[in-house]
C-alpha cells in the first residue's frame, strides 16, 4: 500500500506580479479569541471589482505589448505580421486613454477569488463583486452582452452586462491566511468560442500522433479569435471540465510559476520544451497575425496534468490581442491591484506605414456597387486596402431578420445591395466622439446566409474578420462577390481614426445588433475571398499531416 502524501492538482508558485494600492479604507486586521483576522468590508470588492474592470478595459501588460514591438522588430516577420502589430500597438496607446475600450465587445466579466481561511467579509461576496462589475459597464463606454433566457428560444439583453461568472474558493496555502487573491478577466465572444475540448485516448501520447493532433486542431482556431494569440494547450485532467478551465487560466499566464517537473504523486507542471516545439509549429503554419506569416501566436503555455487511465482529455484555449486580465490581492496593508502599463507609447517605433506594408490600394465605397466589384476583381488575394465611404453594418439578428424578409418572397433592402456589409456591433459612444470601439465581430457566423443574400443581390462585398467557410468561397466564385478580412483586434483605433459618422438604419430595437450606416475613411482590410474562388485562408488552414481522426470539439 502506497504511502498517504498529498499533492496540489495546480501548485502555483510565489507571485512577482507589480501591484499598484487602490484603497486601505475599511481594510484592518482584528484580533478574535486571540487569533488575527483581516477584516474586507464590501465597499472595498465593490471598488477593486470597478477598478479592474475599468483597466482590462483600456490597459494591457508590458509584457504582452513588448512581444508586439517584437514582430516589429523581428526581420522574419512578414509585412502583414508588422501591420498588425503596428496597428494593435496604435490602439492601445488610444484605448489608455481611458474613453474607447480597446475591443468593441467588452466580454463577459469573469473573476475567480481565493480567500484565506482568516478572512471575514459581511457577504455575498458575490453580491459585492457583482455591483462592481454593474459600475463599471453603467459608468464606462462598454457593451452590454449578456442575454438572458425568457424561455428555450426567447432571450432578452440584460441591459447591464450581469451576471458575471464568479467562483469564490479557500485558499489553504501556508502564509495566505490574511490574503484574499482574486483574478479578473473580460473574455469576449471570439476568443471565448475558441476554447476547444477534445477526448482522447492514450494513443495520442506519443510525438508523432500528438504533432500530427496538434497540425490539425491548432490550424482550426483560425483567425477570428484575433491573433497574435497567446494559447494554452492542457494534456489530461482529473475531469474535462477542470482541463477545459485550465487551458482558460493559463493562456492568461496565470499558472506561470507551476512547477516545470512532474512526479508520481499527481501535481499538473508546465513543459518548456513542448511549448517552444508547438510555437516552432506554429509559425510554420504561415497563418500569421491574421493575414500570413510568422505570428499566429505570441507563445505557448503547455500544462501536463494527471488523468484517469481509461480517459486523455486535450483542451485548448486563447486569449486574444484584446489580453484583458489582471490579479489583485488584498491584504492588511490595503486592497491591490496588478499595474498594467500606462504608457504604452513607449513602445512605438519610430516607423511609418511605408515600413510595414506592401502598396495599398484605396477603393472609393460611395459609387455604383458595380464599380467597387469591378476594381475589386483586379486584385488577388492577400491585397491591402483602404476603404472610405458608406458601409452598412448587420451581424447576427439582423443577418435573421433580413432572411425572414427573405423567405417570405420580399426583397433585400437596398442599403444591402448598395454598400458592402460590415459585420460588427458597437460599443457605447462616448460624448463628442463619431463612434465607441467599433471593431469586426467574427464572420463565420454569417457564413449559412451568404449565398441566398447574395443571390438576391445583397453581401456582395463583406467586411469581418476571421477565416470563412469553403460555402462561401462557392458563394463568391458563383456570384462574383467578395470578403474582405479586417484586422481583428484594433476597435479604438477604428472609432477613433476611421470612422465619421454612425447613425442607426434599421432594427432600432435590436440595440447594438440594429443595422447602422457608417462612413469610414482609411479604414483597413485585405481581400481573402475573391470572386474567382481564392480563398487566401485556404492553405493555410490545410494541416501537413494526414488527418488523425479525433472526437469532436465542444465549445
Not at 227 to 253: C, D, I, M, N, Q
Not at 314 to 324: L, P, T
Not at 387 to 397: H, M, P, Q
Request: hydrophobic share 40%; with cysteine.
Amino acid at each position: 500500500m502506497a504511502d498517504f502524501r498529498y499533492a496540489d492538482l495546480l501548485p502555483r508558485g510565489e507571485s512577482t506580479t507589480s501591484y499598484r494600492l487602490i484603497t486601505s479604507d475599511g481594510v484592518e486586521v482584528i484580533d478574535l479569541g486571540g487569533q488575527q483576522f483581516l477584516k474586507v468590508p464590501q465597499a472595498a470588492l465593490r471598488t477593486l471589482t470597478f477598478e479592474a474592470m475599468r483597466d482590462i478595459q483600456h490597459l494591457l501588460r508590458p509584457t504582452h505589448l513588448q512581444q508586439l514591438r517584437n514582430i516589429l522588430d523581428d526581420p522574419e516577420a512578414s509585412p502583414n505580421d508588422r501591420f498588425v502589430a503596428m496597428d494593435l500597438l496604435r490602439n492601445a496607446n488610444i484605448a489608455a486613454g481611458g474613453v474607447l475600450p480597446m475591443c468593441q465587445d467588452t466580454g463577459t466579466a469573469i473573476i475567480s477569488g481565493k480567500r484565506g481561511q482568516r478572512v471575514l467579509t459581511e457577504g455575498p461576496d458575490e453580491l459585492a463583486l457583482s455591483q462592481g462589475v454593474y459600475d463599471a459597464y453603467q459608468q464606462l463606454n462598454l457593451r452590454y452582452s449578456q442575454m438572458s433566457p425568457m424561455g428555450m428560444w426567447d432571450e432578452v439583453n440584460t441591459g447591464t452586462n450581469l451576471p458575471a461568472q464568479i467562483e469564490l474558493y479557500a485558499d489553504t496555502k501556508p502564509g495566505h491566511e490574511l490574503q484574499y487573491e482574486l483574478f479578473f478577466m473580460a473574455k469576449g465572444g471570439g476568443s471565448a468560442n475558441k476554447s476547444y475540448l477534445y477526448q482522447e485516448t492514450k494513443a495520442v501520447l506519443n510525438p508523432e500522433r500528438f504533432r500530427a493532433f496538434l497540425d490539425t486542431s491548432l490550424r482550426a482556431l483560425g483567425t477570428a479569435a484575433c491573433p497574435p494569440y497567446h494559447l494554452a494547450v492542457v494534456v489530461g485532467g482529473t475531469s474535462a471540465e477542470f482541463a477545459l478551465k485550465t487551458a482558460k487560466y493559463a493562456s492568461a499566464r496565470y499558472y506561470d510559476s507551476l512547477p516545470t517537473e512532474g512526479g508520481p504523486y499527481g501535481n499538473g507542471y508546465r513543459d518548456l520544451d513542448m511549448e517552444q516545439a508547438i510555437l516552432q509549429q506554429t509559425q510554420d503554419f504561415g497563418i500569421g497575425a491574421q493575414f500570413g506569416g510568422k505570428y499566429f501566436c505570441h507563445d505557448v503555455r503547455v500544462i501536463r496534468l494527471p488523468r484517469h487511465g481509461a480517459s486523455a482529455p486535450i483542451a485548448i484555449a486563447v486569449s486574444c490581442s484584446a489580453d484583458r486580465q489582471a490579479l489583485a490581492k488584498i491584504t492588511p496593508e490595503g486592497v491591490f491591484l496588478e499595474e498594467l502599463e500606462r504608457d504604452p507609447a513607449r513602445f512605438l517605433p519610430d516607423v511609418t506605414d511605408e515600413h510595414l506594408d506592401d502598396d495599398v490600394v484605396r477603393i472609393d465605397l460611395d459609387r455604383p456597387m458595380a464599380e467597387v466589384l469591378n476594381d475589386l476583381h483586379r486584385l488577388p488575394v492577400k491585397t491591402r486596402v483602404s476603404l472610405t465611404g458608406t458601409l452598412v453594418v448587420a451581424r447576427d439578428i439582423a443577418h435573421a431578420r433580413i432572411k425572414e424578409l427573405l423567405d417570405q418572397g420580399k426583397p433585400m433592402p437596398e442599403y444591402m445591395r448598395n454598400h458592402p456589409v460590415y459585420y460588427a456591433g458597437p460599443a457605447k459612444t462616448p460624448e463628442g466622439y463619431a463612434s465607441g470601439s467599433f471593431g469586426p465581430t467574427t464572420a463565420g457566423r454569417m457564413d449559412s446566409y451568404v449565398d441566398q443574400f447574395q443571390k438576391a443581390g445583397g453581401s456582395m462585398v463583406m467586411l469581418a474578420k476571421g477565416n470563412r467557410s469553403a460555402a462561401v468561397t462557392k458563394a463568391c466564385q458563383d456570384n462574383g462577390g467578395f470578403y474582405l478580412g479586417s484586422i481583428g483586434g484594433p476597435a479604438a483605433r477604428l472609432a477613433k481614426d476611421c470612422i465619421r459618422k454612425v447613425e442607426v438604419l434599421d432594427f432600432p430595437e435590436n440595440g447594438m445588433e440594429a443595422v447602422w450606416r457608417i462612413e469610414v475613411e482609411d479604414f483597413p482590410a485585405f481581400v481573402v475571398v475573391d470572386d474567382k474562388g481564392n480563398d487566401f485562408f485556404a492553405e493555410t488552414m490545410r494541416p501537413i499531416a494526414t488527418r488523425i481522426p479525433v472526437g469532436p470539439p465542444a465549445q
